[in-house]
């Protein structure tokens, strides 16, 4: 079993930024890819960035140039710095581990309140 546990949601004005940080129980966050995905209310959870294993990085067109998803493997915990925040960008942030030996795992999320 893995556990995930996302930190550093909350409110923001617009133009604002945050980190949300997502740290994992188990030293098998090292070898896994990693991704941020986010749900608004009434919509279906959508991609916000991904991370392999060996740091390469993919981003939804919605928060490119905008956002920076970053890995710290002795921490074993994963970051997404996001800035020049829009109301858009409301929703929960959860993180999410693919493991190809032991399955997917999910954290159970943060909120992200941008307001206008």
């Known amino acids: 079993q893995v556990q995930l546990v996302e930190s550093g949601g909350g409110l923001v004005q617009a133009g604002g930024s945050l980190r949300l940080s997502c740290a994992a129980s188990?030293?098998?966050?090292?070898?896994?890819?990693l991704g941020w995905y986010r749900q608004a209310p009434g919509k279906q959870r959508e991609l916000v960035a991904t991370?392999?294993?060996?740091?390469?990085?993919n981003y939804a067109d919605s928060v490119k140039d905008r956002s920076t998803i970053s890995r710290d493997n002795v921490k074993k915990t994963m970051y997404l710095q996001m800035n020049s925040l829009k109301p858009e960008d409301t929703a929960v942030y959860y993180c999410?581990?693919?493991?190809?030996?032991?399955?997917?795992?999910w954290g159970q999320g943060t909120q992200v309140t941008v307001s206008s």
């Open positions: 999410k581990l693919d493991s190809p030996v032991l399955g997917t795992y």
């Open positions: 188990r030293t098998i966050f090292n070898l896994n890819d």
């Open positions: 991370i392999t294993s060996d740091g390469s990085t």
